[in-house]
């Protein structure tokens, strides 16, 4: 069996979030792994954004992201 540490918990919603900036071709295992524990443990609330999802974040709420 494979760990699966969330990047986040949202406590006020019950949530684990897992942030992969990285491309979809290269966060596949990452999804995988969200997937597996989610279909075992159905009670938990996972969800998945990816860079896309973070850029519209970022460009709606007009915040900066810090240089790398």
Do not use: C
Not at 1 to 7: L, Q, S, V
Not at 15 to 29: A, P
Not at 42 to 65: A, E, M, S
């Amino acid at each position: 069996m494979e760990a699966f540490t969330p990047d986040f918990y949202l406590p006020e919603f019950d949530l684990y979030v897992e942030l992969t900036t990285m491309s979809r071709r290269w966060s596949r295992k990452r999804i995988g792994r969200s997937n597996f524990w989610r279909a075992i443990y159905p009670h938990i609330n996972i969800q998945v954004f990816y860079q896309k999802d973070f850029q519209d974040l970022v460009f709606k709420y007009g915040l900066r992201v810090a240089a790398s």
